[in-house]
């Protein structure tokens, strides 16, 4: 397959390319497109077959669910059959934060094939911000299956370059619409009623909207343990990103948890004898030395920590005899959660503990 690289300076100009884009999706077809999170391998979502291409294209486990991505809030209720506690909680989510970076997860319509949800009875809708991927759907007038626009278990792309770097060959066309904002994947919820006939949440993935903004909405937000730990090997995944590893460059990546300066210790005494890449933050750049060097942002900057990691991480593939990758292990508050969700999975849950002067705890 020739995949054909477009790129969309001008929404308006560009019009064209957004239709064709959206036949090539009718007619069953791959279109890689960008959002304000990252970018999206896009299929029919109600096409059985181009679901099936799109685990193909990425080589991803047929059990990992995908979410559909719609024009509008109120389109969800096409594809989805929530009762009306659950649906009315939805629709205050939509007004809180869609267009935007939150996905939720609703039982489906038969509209829906089990090949789109990974067998799954539910169905994760998504309504995205970017103004291309909005174009591309409306044009398209199905909702679009997109999980993000990277080989299996890479790290996710927020650049059309990431994409090409894994897809190329593998999909129809790539829709340029230049860097993401965010730089991580969008925060899952789902939305289940309690006995009292109150709906509530449980967090499933976390992203740019944080536990405490959906507790805004929300009285009762719970946090599922795949979170931060790794779901068991015989469990099914209830949304994208919970089960396999993810997110992972090529070089074993390992999380440090201590003091900052214990693990500046650690950090300098590994650059003096080990050919390493190093996530550092922005304060640490002058100690260590540029080689391998990777600044991530400042400490208490999370926005930019996010925006940044995927890409870092795949700076550090393109390095040459990198045999391991440091980096801070984040703190779970705050957009902090989703960065350390991420990352853990990234490292496969590899993490070392610094004592005292640097040296690591047994």
Do not use: W
Not at 40 to 51: F, Q, R, V
Request: aromatic share 4%; proline share 7%; with cysteine.
């Amino acid at each position: 397959m020739q995949t054909e690289l477009i790129r969309i300076q001008d929404l308006h100009a560009s019009m064209p390319h957004i239709v064709r884009a959206a036949e090539v999706i009718r007619s069953g077809g791959l279109v890689v497109f960008p959002t304000e999170t990252v970018y999206g391998l896009g299929g029919d979502g109600t096409n059985a077959e181009a679901a099936k291409k799109i685990y193909a294209a990425k080589g991803r486990p047929s059990d990992n669910p995908l979410i559909i991505h719609v024009a509008t809030p109120e389109d969800a209720a096409r594809y989805t059959c929530a009762e009306p506690a659950a649906y009315a909680l939805y629709l205050r989510l939509a007004k809180a934060f869609m267009p935007g970076p939150l996905t939720v997860i609703l039982p489906r319509q038969d509209n829906i094939p089990l090949s789109t949800t990974g067998g799954l009875d539910t169905v994760a809708v998504r309504c995205p911000s970017h103004p291309v991927a909005h174009a591309l759907i409306e044009a398209a007038g199905v909702p679009i299956a997109a999980p993000s626009a990277n080989l299996s278990g890479k790290p996710s792309p927020t650049s059309a370059n990431h994409v090409a770097t894994d897809l190329d060959g593998r999909v129809d066309m790539i829709l340029d619409g230049g860097e993401c904002d965010i730089g991580l994947e969008s925060t899952i919820v789902k939305i289940d009623v309690a006995e009292d006939g109150e709906a509530y949440l449980t967090l499933l993935r976390p992203g740019g909207i944080t536990c405490d903004a959906l507790s805004c909405v929300c009285d009762r937000v719970e946090v599922a343990p795949a979170v931060s730990e790794q779901l068991g090997k015989d469990e099914r995944p209830l949304s994208p990103g919970m089960k396999y590893r993810h997110y992972a460059p090529s070089a074993p990546l390992v999380l440090l948890r201590g003091e900052d300066a214990d693990v500046l210790a650690f950090l300098q005494e590994q650059q003096a004898t080990s050919a390493c890449a190093i996530l550092c933050y922005d304060e640490e750049v002058a100690e260590l030395r540029p080689e391998g060097l990777l600044p991530v942002g400042g400490r208490a900057d999370l926005s930019t920590q996010a925006h940044r990691l995927f890409a870092r991480l795949r700076e550090a593939d393109g390095m040459n005899a990198v045999e391991l990758i440091y980096a801070h292990l984040p703190d779970k508050s705050g957009l902090g959660l989703a960065l350390y969700n991420r990352m853990i999975r990234a490292a496969a849950h590899t993490v070392l503990s610094i004592g005292t002067g640097g040296i690591p705890e047994e």
